[in-house]
């Protein structure tokens, strides 16, 4: 059974800065690998999709890695605002999705 | 706009009675799914279906129930048999194939009384 876990659980960081998000994962038998953000008592939205195939992908300020060999993927945020604030979830995607327990990030003013 | 809705936003229980939950999508997905989301965990799946009149359980489906009577509604309802019910509920939908992305709806959340 696939685990994913994401370390660190809560990050608080200052305005500007540049951060790294991290997921593991066991199986890396997978379809894809997906970040989404989720504000406070919302839904998911998704941010970024990697393919099995791929190796990472960029969405402005956003680029995600994929290691399967590692069983690990990263996100990388690149001048942190007071708008990223939110949580942070990891999914991978193999028939059924499994995700992490999510870091939830904190970009102070 | 396309899109998945959910419904209510807040649900109350009282201990012994049954809700149900709405989902509602029209992106005309197949796929549908229900999962639950308690405080600094993942999400887990309760049920899915991938076709109409069709569903499967999911890791944790004891204590819900659900039907697919039509492509773009999804409902769970939560039986008075889960003892545990409080928490964040999401629905997603998806095409069918392999290793399709999943889209979700804003949530319901549920207290108990």
């Known amino acids: 059974k696939q685990e994913v876990t994401q370390i660190p659980a809560a990050l608080s960081v200052p305005e500007g800065e540049n951060l790294v998000l991290n997921c593991s994962f066991t199986d890396s038998a997978i379809y894809n690998l997906q970040w989404f953000r989720q504000d406070p008592g919302k839904g998911l939205t998704s941010l970024l999709l990697i393919q099995s195939s791929q190796r990472e992908q960029t969405s402005g300020r956003l680029n995600a890695s994929l290691d399967k060999s590692s069983g690990r993927s990263t996100l990388y945020i690149a001048a942190s605002q007071p708008g990223d604030s939110a949580t942070y979830l990891c999914?991978?995607?193999?028939?059924?999705?499994?995700f992490g327990a999510g870091t939830r990030l904190t970009v102070k003013p | 706009d396309g899109g998945i809705t959910q419904s209510p936003k807040y649900l109350f229980r009282k201990e012994g009675q049954n809700v149900t939950l709405s989902c509602e999508q029209n992106?005309?997905?197949?796929?549908m799914y229900w999962y639950r989301q308690d405080p600094g965990q993942g999400l887990r799946l309760i049920y899915y279906s991938q076709i109409v009149n069709d569903f499967q359980k999911g890791d944790i489906a004891e204590g819900y129930s659900v039907s697919r009577e039509k492509k773009e509604s999804f409902p769970l309802t939560v039986t008075s048999a889960q003892k545990n019910p409080t928490a964040f509920y999401l629905c997603?939908?998806?095409?069918?194939?392999?290793?399709?992305?999943?889209?979700f709806g804003p949530g319901t959340r549920l207290l108990v009384l």
């Open positions: 997603a939908s998806s095409t069918v194939g392999g290793g399709e992305t999943q889209y």
């Open positions: 992106l005309n997905h197949d796929a």
């Open positions: 999914a991978l995607n193999n028939n059924d999705m499994r």
